[in-house]
């Protein structure tokens, strides 16, 4: 069984940055996938970016790519999500994920088996 728990949401002004965090309790092995989600209010959760646990290969939404980096540190059991020049449009709630025995990086949710339970980020203009 794997808990997640995001942290390091908040308010933030348009332009700048923040990093978000994700801790895992629980075995996290080298072949898992882990992703960052969002969701808005009356839409669906959307992918963001996912990393492999072990290899660190990435993958990101293509909206995302080169504003968002996501990352791992495996002796702290934390997953990253950095988010630089943010836009009102990324506020949403933020998630974090878990994909067991994963030989690829789904950006699907229903194929995530874990979820945290969600931070709020908020862009101000």
């Known amino acids: 069984q794997v808990q997640l728990v995001e942290s390091g949401g908040g308010l933030v002004q348009a332009g700048r940055s923040l990093r978000l965090s994700c801790t895992a309790s629980g075995r996290i092995f080298s072949n898992y996938a882990m992703g960052w989600f969002r969701q808005t209010p009356g839409k669906e959760r959307e992918f963001v970016a996912a990393?492999?646990?072990?290899?660190?290969?990435?993958s990101y939404a293509d909206s995302e790519q080169g504003r968002f980096t996501i990352s791992r540190d495996n002796a702290k059991n934390t997953l990253y999500l950095q988010m630089n020049s943010l836009k009102p449009e990324d506020t949403a709630v933020y998630y974090c994920a878990a994909r067991g025995s994963s030989y690829y990086l789904p950006s699907d949710p229903d194929e995530y088996d874990y979820w945290g339970q969600g931070t709020q980020l908020t862009v101000s203009s």
């Open positions: 990393i492999k646990w072990g290899a660190g290969s990435t």
